[in-house]
């Protein structure tokens, strides 16, 4: 398995348990613990890494540029910033206000939302060439909210012959 297949797993079982520890997301990430989680260098180098990941299983073709990609729990835009870099434009939805104002403060370019992913999307379908989530659905096994309902909800999101 590669290092980065098991740094995923660790972040997974790591964030999962601060998820399951702490509560809810909006609680756990006030303004101190975002901007601390935002300046991490070791946390910003793996996120930018799961999201170059995440552009690749989206599978666009090489030359593609410009598609429209929906990053749930975008936090404070650090994947947002690998989709710009690749030259995608992109949509964050995220449920702590916190983590969204210190995207903005650091002037991150996509837009961003304050939006629960427990209660489904708020797109229309077909909107989004694909979708991208970095380390934000573990906060979902805290959540009374269903799960089988977001899964649901995510895949009418992009068009059927889009990816995510």
Known sequence: MTALFWCCCFCWM????VALRCGPVQLFYN????????SSSRITHIQRELATRALELLNFPADARGKCILDVGCGSGLSGEVLNEAGHIWVGTDISQDMLSVGVDRGTEGDMMLHDMGQGLPFRHGVFDGVVSISALQWLCYSHKKCD????????SPSPRDRG
């Open 31 to 38: 303004d101190r613990e975002a901007e601390k989680y935002t």
């Open 14 to 17: 790591v964030l999962r348990c």
């Open 149 to 156: 309902m977001y899964v649901c909800l995510l895949y009418t």
